[in-house]
């Protein structure tokens, strides 16, 4: 199972808040695109035959909203979304941090046991 990684102050961002003055349901579309993109694990990319599917009441003036305030970048083929690969690690460096932290706390016990 794969996670999509939010900020919790998510909903206090000046971006957000300026994506749903726009139109309410943005920070939802922003969200529901963030879980498509780590479920796919597309790097952030989301094909345009694939937004009016993210969530049940889409409309383009979400996404434009999304797109307008710096959350979304367009590309020729869909959405990208905006520091995706920055802030969402992929499947490969997220295995790789999880092996080193393991070989870590592995070392720590092996020296535990070692000294005890």
Known sequence: MAW??????????????AARDIHRDAPWL??????FARRQACGGLIPTAQLPRLITH???KAAQALIDVGLWDET????????????????????AS???AAQ???????????HA
Do not use: M
């Open 4 to 17: 999509a990684y939010l900020d919790d102050h998510f909903d206090e961002h000046p971006k957000v808040l």
């Open 30 to 35: 922003f969200t529901a695109g963030l879980c």
């Open 98 to 100: 999880a092996r080193n």
């Open 104 to 114: 870590v706390r592995w070392s720590r016990e092996r020296d535990a046991k070692a």
């Open 58 to 60: 889409y409309t383009p």
């Open 76 to 95: 020729p083929v869909g959405i990208q979304i905006h520091d995706y690969k920055e802030w969402n690690h992929l499947g490969e460096a997220k295995s």
